[in-house]
């Protein structure tokens, strides 16, 4: 079954080419913007977008992505999708095996984070935060559905 295909999920989704290509020109374009273009902070029922710097877990490189995020607190909450195919993002993995990380929010706000994964009754909590987040007219549950797993709802928290 292909992502373009709902699965009896009531969601649907692009095709994963078009997901990969919107990925590639989201990041080209902050490149070359030099980081002007690209991000946003959050705001009533619209997620923002922040650029997340991971260590990789076989390579050891410098690893970034950009993802959707909301504040709690002090702390930086995100999503473990994958353009809601089903295995989890590279980035996760990473971050599963060196939690440590650097988040870049609008305005060249860095923050040293480390990374976990929410539980129980805070999971839910945050989840219910994305969906509000997620925008009128989205499904966050439908969408998840697409997946065989979980989706793991990530805080960051402020590094000690």
């Known amino acids: 079954m292909g992502a373009d ?3 009896g999920s009531g969601a649907k ?9 919107a990925w590639q020109v989201h990041r080209a374009l902050y490149r ?3 980081g002007r273009l690209g991000l946003r902070r959050p ?4 997620f923002g977008m922040m650029r997340m710097h991971t260590t990789g877990r076989r390579s050891g490189r410098d690893r970034a992505v950009i993802v959707a995020y909301f504040e ?9 999708m994958n353009g809601w195919g089903d295995p989890p993002p590279a980035w996760w993995l990473n971050l599963q095996a060196n939690p440590d990380a650097t988040v870049i929010l609008p305005g060249d706000d860095r923050r040293r984070v480390r990374a976990r994964e929410a539980t129980g009754s805070e999971h839910a909590r945050l ?10 007219g989205s499904d966050l549950d439908a969408l998840a559905r697409l997946r065989s797993r979980p989706t793991p709802v990530v805080v960051l928290e402020p590094a000690p």
Request: hydrophobic share 40%.
């Open 5 to 7: 295909q709902t699965a």
């Open 72 to 80: 709690d607190g002090p702390n930086v909450v995100t999503l473990a």
């Open 43 to 46: 705001k009533p029922g619209a």
């Open 32 to 34: 070359v913007s030099g």
């Open 13 to 21: 989704v692009p095709p994963r080419w078009f997901i990969l290509t």
């Open 127 to 136: 989840w219910d935060t994305f969906r509000t987040q997620f925008g009128e």
